[in-house]
């Protein structure tokens, strides 16, 4: 059995996963694990995960989580180019801290955005005050001028010259307000063209096939009684 | 000018980089940045880091923020002994794996148990509402048997039998609500036994060194308190009702 990646493309993680993976050629069984129907918490899955979140990789004995050490184990067993995580010490670090940085900061706040805006109301039937949903949106504001100020200045991209594996992960988060109906770009022509900058570095057309489900997030089909019940408090502890 | 820190012990974040430091004889400058007043918010701290936030490090023009980054760049450039970042694939991606988790799963809930149990009550002169504490409690103790379960397991050390930056991260990150009074190692012998090797293997005397100013914080005057500061904990405080 070789490489296996469990994933659902709706989540931010798994995107960039999937992309670093496809762009680079590594061969993987692509097992679908459907959160929207609950899959993850499965006693299946909780096998490959005792954590029960995606993504997941397996690769014979060995299984790991976490997206950052996912792409970091895929970076160094498959010998990608060096622009993904370069050698050279300080390029390096630049990287470290965009990875350090963005799990409380863009991270949450694209996740948030998305479920207040989005998934809370049309998945789980859940209203949200306009009240909260601002708040939400304007701390995403606030996040994305961080973004421009601090990371992205005028550099081509997030860390230097060339794309690395912040900005894979930035991008894949950022399409999650985007799937929520956010016009996260407009008004930011300086990420707008870095959007662009790194849609063309990973391939337009992958870049689309990964982010087909989120951009639909809001045809999701309302859920049942039953898989809400099971679903809610892990989301409530997943967006606070 | 070497490298400099910019540090406050009080911080779990600058204790790991301080202990790390000092345990691989690393050498620095050590500039302090006072967060009960405020001096992250200061003009000259501005410029080192903009984000305001702590610990941050200083290499000739190189300014660097985050921990963890400022941990693998330590290791890199002073070549550690290889066991804080192991170099197989596997035990490297355990480290990884474990730095990754703990931002959301560990650093945040045990800050926020230092802030509800101690910060907000002393400054506000308010009790965070009973349900949100136990709220935050449970969610502290659910991710410490996942820690127990998951990543240290049967094992010496989250790696093996050696200490790891995986290790350094995880202790002081959990001794964050001592300053309160709060010991999230009363309910396991297996993370009490853990807690005292990690100790020993970094030295018991640099480890207490590294938490003066935390296990003190209850004698804190707070009457000093920069203004900035105790403004954003009132609006902490909103948060928890």
Known sequence: MGLELYLDLLSQPCRAVYIFAKRNGIPFELRPVELRKGQHLS?????????????????????????????????????????????????????????????????????????????????????????????????LDATLQLLEDKFLQNKAFLTGPHISLADLIAITELMHPVGAGCQVFEGRPKLAAWRQRVEAAVGKDLFQEAHEVILKAKDSPPADLIIKQKLMPRVLAMIQ | MGLELYLDLLSASC??????????????DFQFVDLLKGHHHSKEYIEINPLKKLPSLKDGKFILSESVAILFYLCRKYSTPSHWYPPDLHTRARVDEF???????????????????????????????????????????????????????????????????????????????????????????????????????????????????????????????????????????????
């Open chain 2, 99 to 241: 730095m990754a988790w703990q931002h959301t799963a560990i650093q945040l809930p045990m800050s926020r148990i230092l802030w509800i149990k101690m910060l907000i009550p002393r400054i506000t002169g308010e009790e965070v509402p009973a349900e949100k504490t136990e709220q935050m409690l449970t969610e502290v103790r659910t991710n410490m048997q996942l820690f127990e379960e998951k990543f240290l397991q049967d094992k010496m050390f989250i790696t093996g039998d050696h200490i790891s930056l995986a290790d350094l991260v995880a202790l002081v990150e959990m001794m964050q609500p001592m300053g309160g009074n709060y010991n999230v190692f009363l309910n396991s012998s297996r993370l009490a036994e853990w807690r005292m090797r990690v100790e020993l293997a970094i030295g018991s005397g640099l480890f207490w060194e590294a938490h003066d100013r935390l296990m003190k914080l209850a004698e804190w005057d707070c009457s000093t308190l920069d203004p900035m500061v105790k403004e954003k904990i009132c609006v902490l405080l909103q948060k928890f009702r």
């Open chain 1, 43 to 139: 006693d299946a899955f909780a096998q490959v995960n005792p954590l029960k979140k995606v993504p997941a990789l397996r690769d014979g004995d060995f299984t790991l989580t976490e997206s950052v050490a996912i792409l970091l184990y895929l970076n160094r067993k498959y010998k990608v180019p060096d622009h993904w995580y370069p050698q050279d010490l300080q390029a390096c670090a630049r990287v470290d801290e965009y990875l350090a940085w963005q799990h409380t900061t863009l991270r949450r706040n694209c996740l948030r955005a998305l479920w207040h805006k989005v998934m809370f109301p049309v998945f789980l039937g859940e209203p949200v005050s306009p009240e909260m949903l601002a708040a939400t949106l304007a701390e």
């Open chain 2, 15 to 28: 204790r790991a980089v301080y202990i790390f430091a000092k345990k691989n004889s690393i050498p620095f």
